[in-house]
Structures are given as C-alpha cells and as structure tokens.
T-cell receptor
C-alpha cells in the first residue's frame, strides 16, 4: 500500500458523458501527478500539481482538466468522453516538486470504461 | 521530446538472471527510474540512477551510462512473482516540475 488513495476503483460510463476521478496523496506529500495508461499507449503523463498550483503539463487533452484543493486532494475531470478514453488512470504523489531524487508513489488506479 | 526504448517482452527461467535494457534520447537528462508493475496494479518504485554506474538493491540492480543514453535493470535469482512489466522512466531538466516520461514497458514472463 503506497498510501495514495484513488476513487472510484472502477467506472463505467457512456460516450459524451463527464466523470470525476479523485485522488488523495500520501500524508505529507504536496505534489500530485496524473497519468493515463491504455493498452496501446503505455503510461502517459497528463498533469502535475504542487501545493494547489499547476506545475507541469503533459499530453492532456483539452476535454480533460484537473485541480488540487487546499487539503491537497486532487480531482481529474474528463468530459465529452470518447471510446478511446477507456484506460487506467493513475494518480501519484511525491514530497515536493523539485527534480532531485524524488520518488513518485502511485495509487491503485481508476479503471475507466467508456461504452 | 524524449525517446525511450525498451524491449516489449522477455522470457526467462526461474532462478536465472535477466537484463532489461532501456535506451533514451534527451538533452536535459536529470535522472532515470525503474518501476515494476503487475498487471492491473500500480507501478512500484525499484531504483533511481542519476550518476553513471551500478546501484544494487538486493536481487535487483540498475546501471546507467549517461554518455550512451543507456540503462539496464538486472534481476537475479528470478522468482515467479517477478513476472511483471518493468517500466523505464526518464526525467528531463527542461521540463517543469518533476514530470517523468515512461517507456512502453517490458513484460517479463518467468517460467518454471
């Protein structure tokens, strides 16, 4: 158990819908990362937040957005869902944002299925 | 951008040694990570290299050559539970924050 929690564990929805994935980082960690893992794409970095502010952006679609709240939990919002959005969505956390030795701890993931 | 290449699949025998290679191209290299991921589960941290050389941690070792853009993960005394995907990830100082770029992963199958 990494100490990172994600809800829900599974989510099944229809095309065109909107969903929200939730992540709570390890106690004391200020930085949260979101990743998407699909069968054909591997683990893709989406976005990073540090202490409530966006820090880095990867291959995140405009239909997707995220935020980190004052209590440091984060939400990833996915809208106008398409079949291709079906994937495992992982949240990870780390102590800070700086590019030093800084291990990221991954949560168990949310499996999103778009029908 | 960054290119990270690793073999898609490897097979090895229980008790043997296996080496999983990773090559990368980045002009702002700032660290390389190896993660283990069992199917449907979260990646778990194995090792970190930022300087050239070998880092040993129990049955697992990781090597880095920055001049060659090359790393390998060495797994000794293979066990059945080592069957998993092994992900190589690189950090680039040109990127903001602490973002990692992951390779496609190497699926290792350990056979009896």
């Amino acid at each position: 158990d990494s100490g990172v929690t994600q809800t829900p564990k599974h989510l099944i929805t229809a095309t065109g819908q909107r969903v929200t994935l939730r992540c709570s980082p390890r106690s004391g960690d200020l930085s949260v990362y979101w990743y998407q893992q699909s069968l054909d794409q591997g683990l893709q970095f989406l976005i990073q937040y540090y202490n409530g502010e966006e820090r880095a952006k990867g291959n995140i679609l405009e239909r997707f957005s995220a935020q980190q709240f004052p209590d440091l939990h984060s939400e990833l919002n996915l809208s106008s869902l398409e079949l291709g959005d079906s994937a495992l969505y992982f949240c990870a956390s780390s102590l800070d944002e700086r590019p030093s030795y800084n291990e990221q701890f991954f949560g168990p993931g949310t499996r999103l299925t778009v029908l | 951008g960054q290119n990270i290449d690793q073999p898609t699949e490897m097979t090895a025998t229980e008790g043997a040694i296996v080496q999983i290679n990773c090559t990368y191209q980045t002009s702002g290299f700032n660290g390389l990570f190896w993660y283990q991921q069992h199917a449907g589960e979260a990646p778990t941290f194995l090792s970190y290299n930022v300087l050239d050389g070998l880092e040993e941690k129990g049955r697992f070792s990781s090597f880095l050559s920055r001049s060659k853009g090359y790393s390998y993960l060495l797994l000794k005394e293979l066990q059945m539970k080592d069957s998993a995907s092994y992900l190589c990830a690189v950090r680039d100082r040109r990127n903001a924050g602490n973002m990692l770029t992951f390779g496609g992963g190497t699926r290792l199958m350990v056979k009896p």
